[in-house]
């Protein structure tokens, strides 16, 4: 009987620490269970942390005008370019106006006045003079005669015609010029002027 009570025992310690390591491994599950569910938890606050963290630098951003001064700064750029186009288009204008200054028809108050749109302190006034005085001395054509393009006008041929006979006459000394006769040379001496330095360009 002794032998059977010590199996008996012996069974039940092995029955016994059986069920602790049953017990054990149980704990254990449910442990690894906990912690993969704290991080599944964790990761998920974590992320929703952060969204929330990412949506209040977005309402920063858009609260301290950031989006506003994006938007200024695209004007800015653009008003800059337009500005930049109308600069040169103002120098190849100020360079096409030249030619007027060297043209005897030219008047002094024109010149001046392009010689003022060509370093930009022309006024208002003195820019719609500068048209109407361009338009007077081009003869209503609005561009500096060449003499390549233009024709001069019956009337302008006729006092030609006049001028050439009476300076070659004078050259004859045949006759003197009244005062209208020599401003007449003049005109002409000018004309020609104008038509060799147009040729000569």
């Known amino acids: 009987m002794c032998s059977y009570q010590i199996d008996r025992l012996e069974l039940m310690n092995h029955e016994v620490k059986s069920q602790e390591a049953r017990d054990r491994i149980k704990v254990r599950q449910e442990a690894i269970e906990d912690l993969k569910k704290q991080r599944t938890g964790a990761g998920a606050g974590r992320k929703k942390d952060l969204q929330k963290e990412y949506e209040e630098i977005i309402l920063r951003i858009a609260d301290s005008g950031y989006a506003r001064l994006e938007s200024d700064l695209d004007t800015l750029n653009e008003t800059l370019e337009r ?103 003049r005109f002409e001496l000018r004309n020609r002027l104008h038509e060799s330095a147009a040729a000569s360009s």
């Open 83 to 185: 500005l930049n186009n109308g600069k040169v288009r103002w120098e190849q204008t100020a360079e096409h106006l030249k030619a007027w200054t060297e043209k005897d028809i030219t008047p002094n108050q024109v010149i001046w006045d392009i010689e003022k749109f060509a370093d930009g302190s022309i006024s208002e006034e003195e820019l719609v003079r500068l048209q109407e005085g361009l338009k007077r001395s081009a003869g209503g054509t609005g561009r500096p005669e060449t003499g390549s393009g233009c024709r001069p006008s019956p009337d302008q041929e006729r006092r030609r015609k006049r001028g050439k006979s009476r300076i070659k006459r004078t050259e004859a000394g045949k006759e003197g010029l009244s005062e209208r006769e020599l401003e007449e040379a």
